[in-house]
């Protein structure tokens, strides 16, 4: 079992950046998939960004290619997003999630492990 803590979330301007972490605790974080998803008010949760054990990226949604990266530590249990050229679309919690398999990671109803979230706003 892992639990997972978001942090960095914040209010930030149109075009500005911000670097979300998720920090695991428990055992086997080199085990997971991780994944970073998102839910604006008013909106289904969707997925955002997955990154396999070994840290390679293997989905990236189209909404943020190009703006946002995920990257994760596994010496110190640790996921990030770091996200560029913020737009007022993005403003939304944004949640951690971890799953043995990775294919989990792009269904949220099949998500195992959840975080609490983080509120990211981004003013226009």
């Known amino acids: 079992q892992v639990q997972l803590v978001e942090s960095g979330g914040g209010l930030v301007q149109a075009g500005g950046s911000l670097k979300l972490s998720c920090v695991a605790s428990?055992?086997?974080?080199?085990?997971?998939?991780m994944g970073w998803f998102r839910q604006a008010p008013g909106k289904e949760r969707e997925y955002v960004l997955v990154?396999?054990?070994?840290?390679?990226?293997?989905y990236n949604a189209d909404l943020v290619k190009g703006r946002f990266t995920i990257s994760r530590d596994n010496a110190k249990n640790t996921m990030y997003l770091q996200m560029n050229t913020l737009e007022s679309e993005d403003t939304a919690v944004y949640y951690c999630?971890?799953?043995?398999?990775?294919?989990?990671?792009?269904?949220?109803?099949?998500?195992?492990?959840w975080g609490q979230g983080t509120q990211v706003t981004v003013s226009s």
């Open positions: 428990g055992r086997g974080f080199i085990d997971y998939a």
């Open positions: 990154i396999d054990r070994s840290g390679v990226e293997i």
């Open positions: 999630a971890a799953d043995y398999s990775a294919s989990n990671l792009f269904h949220p109803r099949n998500v195992t492990y």
